[in-house]
């Protein structure tokens, strides 16, 4: 079952059935084009006392699914380790530092999460095809849960792509458009593609999923930490990462199982800094050269840029920017004091949490969590 309630427009609050609305709030949405930071994004309403009922009974972050977990495709995503890098925590000066290795996904990926719950849907509806934008990782995430799901996935890349990341797109048999471009070109590509076919769209925060789907990440270091953490440090492109953290943390609020939220680093490549710049000016503005070496944090035009500021400041988090050189550092410092092999926007984690420390945001007694979104070996050029 699902004790989920309502979806409700994050910017009028206007409330939708479960199937009344697919996308984004058809008041708000009027007019919506490419380009812009998309308006009326939709949030997921529970039923929290019966919620705080059953976990209390149960722990499970699939309790605080939209859909009902039955429609979820067999290929298991998620409950990803979580851990203490005692080296580096040392080295670090934070004892209580952990890490979260989303990496280790089905297909080395965060994006899993989103596309576990837009398959799940696909599934419910009787869908058999799912399109979405990507600059790798959600597209090679969607067309490994499709493959396992029997569904057809079309992919809008941009062209210049990691190679292994279109590699594993094409390995499990999805349709791929390249795009002569960036993510935002593909992102508009997508959307043009879904309104003349019979299928379902999984373009980030364009389909609410994406957000719910990811929330499951924070739900886990809930549970697998026992307590709400200080801080979470979030590798940040079009927002929604951030904002399924922030949501996980909101819903175990609003459902009484915690009495605070974490505050959130949101960690951008300098060059793709939309979102960083909107939080400390107020005034929303395009990146004005998105070219990062960390591709997956790439954007020019944020998504959920406008959730993405309000949870730094309902969280009283800090945003902060960091070079390539202070990516491709960390990387190294990842890989050989954790152990882990993280592609360059996964390493921007540490880059920023190092730089927050520099900073004395966060302080030696803080407990911490580093998230980790994306497997190096999506990506070795970077490390070449």
């Given at each position: 079952m699902?004790?989920?309630?309502?979806?409700?427009?994050?910017?009028?609050?206007?409330?939708?059935?479960?199937?009344?609305?697919?996308?984004?709030?058809?008041?708000?949405?009027?007019?919506?084009?490419?380009?812009?930071?998309?308006?009326?994004?939709?949030?997921?309403?529970?039923?929290?006392?019966?919620?705080?009922?059953?976990?209390?009974a149960?722990?499970?972050p699939?309790?605080?699914?939209?859909?009902?977990?039955?429609?979820?495709?067999?290929l298991?995503?998620?409950?990803?380790?979580?851990?203490?890098?005692?080296?580096?925590?040392?080295?670090?000066?934070l004892?209580?530092?952990?890490?979260?290795?989303?990496?280790?996904?089905?297909?080395?990926?965060f994006?899993?999460?989103?596309?576990?719950?837009?398959?799940?849907?696909?599934?419910?509806?009787?869908?058999?095809?799912?399109?979405?934008?990507?600059?790798?990782?959600?597209?090679?995430?969607?067309?490994?849960?499709?493959?396992?799901?029997?569904?057809?996935?079309?992919?809008?890349?941009?062209?210049?792509?990691?190679?292994?990341?279109?590699?594993?797109?094409?390995?499990?048999?999805?349709?791929?458009?390249?795009?002569?471009?960036?993510?935002?070109?593909?992102?508009?590509?997508?959307?043009?593609?879904?309104?003349?076919?019979?299928?379902l769209?999984?373009?980030?925060?364009?389909?609410p999923?994406?957000?719910?789907?990811?929330?499951?990440?924070?739900?886990?270091?809930?549970?697998?930490?026992?307590?709400?953490?200080?801080?979470?440090?979030?590798?940040?492109?079009?927002?929604?990462?951030?904002?399924?953290?922030?949501?996980?943390?909101?819903?175990?609020?609003?459902?009484?199982?915690?009495?605070?939220?974490?505050?959130?680093?949101?960690?951008?490549?300098?060059?793709?800094?939309?979102?960083?710049?909107?939080?400390?000016?107020?005034?929303?503005?395009?990146?004005?050269?998105?070219?990062?070496?960390?591709?997956?944090?790439?954007?020019?035009?944020?998504?959920?840029?406008?959730?993405?500021?309000?949870?730094?400041?309902?969280?009283?988090?800090?945003?902060?920017?960091?070079?390539?050189?202070?990516?491709?550092?960390?990387?190294?410092?990842?890989?050989?004091?954790?152990?882990?092999f993280a592609?360059?926007?996964?390493?921007?984690?540490l880059?920023?949490?190092?730089?927050?420390?520099?900073?004395?945001?966060?302080?030696?007694?803080?407990?911490?969590?580093?998230?980790?979104?994306?497997?190096?070996?999506?990506?070795?050029?970077?490390?070449?």
């Amino acid at each position: 079952m699902s004790y989920f309630n309502n979806w409700r427009c994050t910017d009028c609050g206007k409330e939708f059935a479960l199937d009344e609305v697919r996308y984004l709030c058809p008041d708000c949405a009027q007019g919506y084009a490419p380009g812009v930071p998309l308006p009326g994004v939709l949030e997921a309403v529970f039923d929290y006392p019966a919620l705080r009922e059953a976990w209390q009974a149960q722990p499970d972050p699939r309790l605080f699914s939209v859909l009902d977990p039955g429609f979820y495709p067999t290929l298991p995503v998620g409950d990803t380790p979580f851990f203490r890098p005692q080296r580096l925590a040392a080295n670090l000066n934070l004892p209580e530092l952990y890490i979260k290795n989303d990496s280790l996904n089905p297909s080395g990926s965060f994006k899993d999460r989103a596309s576990e719950l837009v398959v799940a849907d696909a599934i419910r509806l009787g869908i058999n095809e799912i399109v979405c934008a990507s600059t790798g990782n959600a597209a090679s995430s969607l067309a490994c849960l499709c493959a396992a799901a029997g569904k057809k996935a079309v992919i809008f890349a941009p062209a210049k792509a990691p190679a292994a990341k279109l590699a594993q797109i094409r390995i499990h048999g999805a349709d791929l458009h390249s795009v002569a471009g960036t993510y935002d070109a593909a992102f508009a590509a997508a959307l043009e593609y879904s309104a003349s076919h019979a299928c379902l769209n999984r373009n980030t925060a364009y389909n609410p999923l994406t957000i719910e789907g990811k929330k499951s990440a924070g739900l886990e270091i809930f549970l697998q930490l026992g307590a709400v953490p200080d801080w979470i440090v979030v590798p940040v492109g079009d927002g929604v990462i951030l904002a399924g953290i922030h949501k996980a943390f909101v819903d175990l609020l609003r459902a009484g199982l915690s009495d605070k939220l974490p505050r959130l680093l949101a960690v951008q490549a300098a060059s793709s800094d939309a979102v960083t710049s909107y939080w400390e000016s107020g005034v929303y503005r395009d990146a004005a050269n998105p070219m990062s070496i960390a591709d997956s944090i790439s954007v020019k035009t944020p998504s959920n840029a406008r959730w993405a500021v309000r949870a730094l400041k309902e969280t009283r988090g800090q945003a902060i920017r960091v070079s390539d050189n202070q990516i491709l550092k960390a990387q190294q410092e990842l890989a050989r004091q954790a152990g882990i092999f993280a592609e360059p926007s996964s390493a921007a984690a540490l880059a920023g949490l190092q730089s927050a420390i520099e900073q004395s945001w966060i302080a030696p007694g803080d407990r911490a969590v580093l998230l980790i979104t994306g497997h190096g070996l999506k990506d070795i050029n970077a490390v070449r």
